[in-house]
């Protein structure tokens, strides 16, 4: 447990320090985001431009990592010691200096995102806890020193360690979007409700500043979602590697691998798990299919039977040709009622005459193209499904078969299952269920061992 000075921390003027502190976290929080990024794009660049296999970028990576660690051996994650070195920042000759730890701040953060974006395995939190920890005490270094020499004498200014405790919330909070778990975490470690006013209002201010510099994005991404066909961006590489996918004779489907993300949004739990979640694991074989053929009638008697609001439209050989909904049946017979309001069985004689292959959704138009029906494969991760449903406002996507290397097989689209909106968060509910469960098991069996002791 950690201790701070009652005779500085209780000073109320010195409260506006740690806003600026939770503010200057924020910015550090928008330059670690937007540094990750830039590194994610880049070695996907090389991954696409030099055909990079997927296993040397992180060795990349942990090479450029290294690299950094000669000179700053106090970016590698050794436990929490480099962070408890921070804390003693100025206590002890044997401390870092704030000029150095600025450097390890800087050196840490493009260690982290260099890492992170070439694909290597590892998590934020510690790195968070460190950069903030690192933010906290240059800040409170140099505004003690700016206001003792603008104010000879006493003044009461708490020490580093105090800035850097609110640093390593403020941070957390803002790098991870988990506000409330920063402020309970830095509450633990001190137990001092002194900290509470200053570390609410630094979080506070953190996590609204990403949001600030995020907001125009959003809003691109909302006109995105009303726009006719509801994309906007897809991989560069498309048009690179078009006349490669036609050579080895591809269909013109939309992988959701090749749509990017729609905004530098913050990482929040949520997405983070639905990101190692794959469709398999919420794909559902319940599904009904029709052929190109069939009548609009066999249509809606296999969706009533099979209680779908929606059906598969297949070829003769078994293969994907599109997606009929409720919602397309709908308007088709609406048009054609009102197209002849003389004949009393309209609807009846549209339904039994006109056939699936007229109305259905063959799948969406791309820079002056007609593509194939939107999908996704088993190894999709949910986090992109769940992204492409809600940007398209649709609620399910066909689950089709990785083709074998055959030209004929990569030619057709064999149906796997098909993916609800529903089903993702039935799945992530069952998770979080899962999760919960086994945290609660790990704490009764610590318990059982605490008491045996």
Same mark, same amino acid.
């Given at each position: 447990?950690?201790?701070?000075?009652?005779?500085?921390?209780?000073?109320?003027?010195?409260?506006?320090?740690?806003?600026?502190?939770?503010?200057?976290?924020?910015?550090?929080?928008?330059?670690?985001?937007?540094?990750?990024?830039?590194?994610?794009?880049?070695?996907?660049?090389?991954?696409?431009?030099?055909?990079?296999?997927?296993?040397?970028?992180?060795?990349?990576?942990?090479?450029?990592?290294?690299?950094?660690?000669?000179?700053?051996?106090?970016?590698?994650?050794?436990?929490?010691?480099?962070?408890?070195?921070?804390?003693?920042?100025?206590?002890?000759?044997?401390?870092?200096?704030?000029?150095?730890?600025?450097?390890?701040?800087?050196?840490?953060?493009?260690?982290?995102?260099?890492?992170?974006?070439?694909?290597?395995?590892?998590?934020?939190?510690?790195?968070?806890?460190?950069? #903030?920890?690192?933010?906290?005490? +240059?800040? #409170?270094?140099?505004?003690?020193?700016?206001?003792?020499?603008?104010?000879?004498?006493?003044?009461?200014?708490?020490?580093?360690?105090?800035?850097?405790?609110?640093?390593?919330?403020?941070?957390?909070?803002? +790098?991870?979007?988990?506000?409330?778990?920063?402020?309970?975490?830095?509450?633990?470690?001190?137990?001092?409700?002194?900290?509470?006013?200053?570390?609410?209002?630094?979080?506070?201010?953190?996590?609204?500043?990403?949001?600030?510099?995020?907001?125009?994005?959003?809003?691109?991404?909302?006109?995105?979602?009303?726009?006719?066909?509801?994309?906007?961006?897809?991989?560069?590489?498309?048009?690179?590697?078009?006349?490669?996918?036609?050579?080895?004779?591809?269909?013109?489907?939309?992988?959701?691998?090749?749509?990017?993300?729609?905004?530098?949004?913050?990482?929040?739990?949520?997405?983070?798990?639905?990101?190692?979640?794959?469709?398999?694991?919420?794909?559902?074989?319940?599904?009904?299919?029709?052929?190109?053929?069939?009548?609009?009638?066999?249509?809606?008697?296999?969706?009533?039977?099979?209680?779908?609001?929606?059906?598969?439209?297949?070829?003769?050989?078994?293969?994907?040709?599109?997606?009929?909904?409720?919602?397309?049946?709908?308007?088709?017979?609406?048009?054609?009622?009102?197209?002849?309001?003389?004949?009393?069985?309209?609807?009846?004689?549209?339904?039994?005459?006109?056939?699936?292959?007229?109305?259905?959704?063959?799948?969406?138009?791309?820079?002056?193209?007609?593509?194939?029906?939107?999908?996704?494969?088993?190894?999709?991760?949910?986090?992109?499904?769940?992204?492409?449903?809600?940007?398209?406002?649709?609620?399910?996507?066909?689950?089709?078969?990785?083709?074998?290397?055959?030209?004929?097989?990569?030619?057709?689209?064999?149906?796997?299952?098909?993916?609800?909106?529903?089903?993702?968060?039935?799945?992530?509910?069952?998770?979080?269920?899962?999760?919960?469960?086994?945290?609660?098991?790990?704490?009764?069996?610590?318990?059982?061992? +605490?008491?045996?002791?």
């Amino acid at each position: 447990m950690l201790f701070l000075a009652k005779n500085r921390l209780s000073q109320c003027p010195q409260l506006p320090l740690y806003l600026i502190l939770g503010m200057l976290c924020g910015v550090v929080s928008v330059a670690f985001t937007r540094l990750l990024d830039w590194f994610t794009d880049a070695f996907q660049f090389m991954k696409e431009k030099f055909g990079i296999p997927d296993v040397v970028c992180p060795a990349l990576g942990g090479l450029g990592a290294g690299l950094i660690a000669l000179k700053y051996p106090g970016i590698l994650y050794w436990g929490f010691t480099n962070v408890d070195e921070i804390l003693h920042t100025g206590k002890t000759a044997s401390a870092p200096s704030i000029w150095l730890v600025a450097q390890l701040a800087a050196a840490k953060v493009v260690a982290t995102t260099l890492c992170k974006g070439s694909g290597l395995v590892g998590g934020l939190y510690a790195p968070s806890l460190m950069i #903030g920890a690192a933010v906290g005490a +240059v800040f #409170g270094g140099c505004a003690g020193e700016l206001i003792n020499t603008a104010i000879p004498g006493n003044a009461a200014i708490a020490e580093p360690q105090a800035y850097a405790l609110v640093g390593m919330a403020a941070t957390l909070a803002s +790098v991870c979007s988990v506000p409330l778990t920063s402020v309970l975490l830095l509450f633990e470690l001190t137990r001092d409700y002194r900290i509470l006013l200053p570390l609410m209002g630094a979080v506070g201010l953190a996590i609204w500043v990403p949001s600030v510099t995020t907001q125009p994005k959003e809003t691109e991404v909302s006109d995105t979602k009303n726009s006719p066909h509801g994309y906007s961006v897809v991989s560069p590489s498309e048009d690179q590697n078009e006349d490669i996918r036609i050579q080895n004779g591809e269909r013109d489907d939309i992988e959701l691998t090749v749509i990017r993300n729609f905004s530098d949004y913050q990482p929040i739990d949520i997405d983070i798990l639905l990101e190692n979640m794959k469709v398999s694991r919420a794909m559902s074989d319940n599904y009904v299919k029709v052929s190109l053929t069939q009548t609009l009638r066999d249509a809606l008697n296999r969706m009533r039977d099979g209680q779908q609001n929606c059906i598969l439209v297949v070829d003769s050989e078994d293969s994907l040709e599109g997606i009929l909904t409720d919602g397309d049946i709908k308007r088709c017979l609406s048009k054609r009622y009102v197209a002849d309001t003389s004949s009393s069985n309209s609807n009846y004689t549209d339904a039994n005459t006109c056939t699936v292959s007229s109305i259905f959704n063959r799948g969406m138009s791309f820079r002056g193209r007609e593509r194939g029906p939107l999908i996704c494969y088993p190894d999709t991760d949910l986090a992109m499904a769940k992204q492409l449903m809600e940007a398209k406002g649709i609620k399910q996507l066909p689950v089709l078969k990785r083709a074998e290397s055959s030209q004929r097989e990569q030619k057709r689209r064999r149906i796997a299952a098909i993916l609800y909106y529903d089903s993702i968060w039935n799945c992530l509910r069952d998770e979080l269920n899962h999760r919960k469960l086994l945290s609660q098991q790990i704490e009764d069996d610590s318990g059982k061992i +605490v008491a045996y002791t």
